[in-house]
């Protein structure tokens, strides 16, 4: 069992930066961060191996979002740069156990979300 809690959410003006964290209990896992719009399904946006060798991005925030991970703390990171307003969703952390993979059912456990908004 893997539990995974985000933190580092909040309100930033367009062009803003944001580090978002997901503390994870448990093994390494391959990690992903999704988000989710109102009205609007929820879409990968990064992830990384379970190594932190192989990272991989949404074409819209590739140069402007980095994911990385410290394993010895058990701890990913997205950080997120020069934001825009339609990067504004409810952004989640998960774990699975295939590499690169962007589908929402691939990933097997989910945290419960941290707020990001981003004023124009």
């Known amino acids: 069992q893997v539990q995974l809690v985000e933190s580092g959410g909040g309100l930033v003006q367009a062009g803003g930066s944001l580090r978002l964290s997901c503390a994870a209990s448990g093994r390494t896992y391959n990690m992903g961060w999704f988000r989710q719009a109102p009205g609007k399904e929820r879409e990968f946006v990064a992830a990384?191996?379970?190594?932190?060798?192989?990272?991989y991005y949404i074409t819209s925030v590739k140069g402007r979002f980095t994911i990385s991970r410290d394993n010895a703390n058990n701890t990913g990171y997205l950080q997120m740069n020069s934001l825009k307003p339609e990067d504004t969703a409810v952004y989640y952390c998960?774990?699975?156990?295939?590499?690169?993979?962007?589908?929402?059912?691939?990933?097997?456990?989910w945290g419960q979300g941290t707020q990001v908004t981003v004023s124009s």
């Open positions: 990384i191996s379970r190594s932190g060798r192989d990272t």
């Open positions: 998960a774990a699975t156990n295939w590499p690169g993979v962007v589908s929402t059912t691939a990933y097997a456990y």
